[in-house]
């Protein structure tokens, strides 16, 4: 059973790049010729004519942001990697991962439009030069491997994937690689680490994977939404690729939007980049009968809690930034007013403590004792001065403290969770020590 | 000096050999086949032994703490027996809010073991796992390949009766 896709929205060609084509087809499109069809594979004909460095700057210039939870320009990305004759052996990595708990986006375009990502890695591998790429899958997508490894397949056979495609003399390799289940496999650097056959620590960065990514060599890793963008950016342009947006934010295009949690119709929804997240909440129907919203978080499990008012904001990454969180993923979870908020906060912890990968002490001691004195504190068991100590991890296992983002992520809902529910907090301490 | 007694030693087979070696083909250096060569095994052995760690570093080219490093860092490799059908039951936050924990209290219940055990009969292992990507579906949870989505405890007699 598929997530329910653009419930009560029309789609269109023109302003639903990434899910057009399975409306129009009443379902996946997992067929190359029903996906050529409906227009597949253009954007990559138009590509295999223009420059390279071209291609790399009409990216930058249709302002095209990471939808892997980073918001990085992915055109100034792409322009850090060496090109011209003597650049050598490169790789393009799509983050297929997805273990944010909460997002279920990359998912679905894998699942349900499998050719579309492969036709994207084409397009990207040629604008950087890349003779061989992976898509770094989490082991748990069963079907999203098996279709995209068929849809390889069919693009092989059929001159788009594979040596001198559509007689170009551009080469393109692609091979699926399945990962074995641990969170930090997202993590570009310890991804890297992964596809090599290492455990899967994140690496010091510089040198980033631009400079020195798979086996040392020059590597572009980007997430599986943005990837999918960049073939109709090249059909269409970047002017076409900025109005996606309709003027509701800065940012450039649309955005795979989602949500989870106890409202009527949970789901995704392609909508332009800025849409408010009162509006995503309105087309997911709203709570379930008698619930209210007591708080969500706007981009998966490791961004900061906002309130009731904040739904007003426009989803795009400096707006809800500036509110004190994070886009992140941008599918949003929704906590209803039955829940108790600190034992929400104990799940999210759990997960941070387990996935931790080990590397740096901050994290791998810090979540872990950081969980057990949330739980007691949901227990009912908190000692006095329990929250302040709370509040100081939050500093210690903030940005730039332990090696990698993993531990700050898992501080965002913590501390947010602190400033806005302090009250709830502060029932689970034990009077009188 | 305590030195391991890793058993017989064991021979893969040759359809897990070829399988390997295929795996290898795609990468710039065998070692990175490490996890599809123990997905290979696990998948014909269901675990992945201590003398099938040394099976696998002896095709790669690797030492065999290296492939056992990797072995023990990833979920989904295991290390230890499990039963003829593993179920994983997402406990990330999404699945908490639509109640994960009746139907993983329903399971152990039905099963009669805790997390981490495996039924006496050999049949089911039950292990937590994170976000299945199928958040707007909870819970959700994983048995063997197939994915269940709005798993209610009730289900679960009836969806457990699926794998013999
Ligand atoms: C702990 C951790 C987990 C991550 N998981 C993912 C993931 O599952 N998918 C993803 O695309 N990016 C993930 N990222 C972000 C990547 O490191 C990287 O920024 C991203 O893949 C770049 O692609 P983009 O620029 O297209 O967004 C993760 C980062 C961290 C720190
Ligand atoms: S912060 Fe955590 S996940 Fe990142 S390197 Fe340190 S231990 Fe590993
Ligand atoms: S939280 Fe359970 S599938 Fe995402």
Redesign the pocket.
Known sequence: MSSELNRGIQTHRETHPLTWRISAAGGPVVDLDRYIALEGFSGLRKALTLDPVDLQKLVKDAGLRGRGGAGFPTGIKWSLIPMGPDAGQKYLICNADEMEPGTFKDRFLMEDLPFQLVEAMVVSAYAIGASVGYIFLRGEYILAAQRLNAAITAAKNNGFLGSNILGSGFSFELHVHEGAGRY?CGEETALINCLEGRRA??RTKPPFPQQAGAWGRPTIVNNVETLCNVPDIVLKGAAWFKELSQGRSSDAGTKIYGVSGRVKYPGLWELPIGTTAQEIVDLAGGMQDGLELLTWLPGGASTDFLMPEHLALAMDYDTIGKAGSRMGTGLLMVVDNQQDIVKVVGNLMMFMARE?????TP??EGLPWTLKVVRAISDGQGHQGDIEWLQEMTRFLGPGK???A??PGAMEPLQSALKFFRRDFEKGIRVGN | MIIRDRGEPLVLSSEERSAIEHAMHHYADPRAATIDALKIVQKQRRWVSDAAIDAIALILGVSAADVDGVATFYNRIYRRPVGRHVILVCDSIACYLTGYENVYTRIQETLGIKPGETTADDRFTLLPVVCLGACDRGPALLIDEDTHVQVTPDQIGKLLEQYP
Request: with cysteine; aromatic share 14%; charged share 5%.
């Open positions: 930090i620590n994140p931790s990968c080990g590397w740096c994290c791998r332990p090696f990698c993993h531990a």
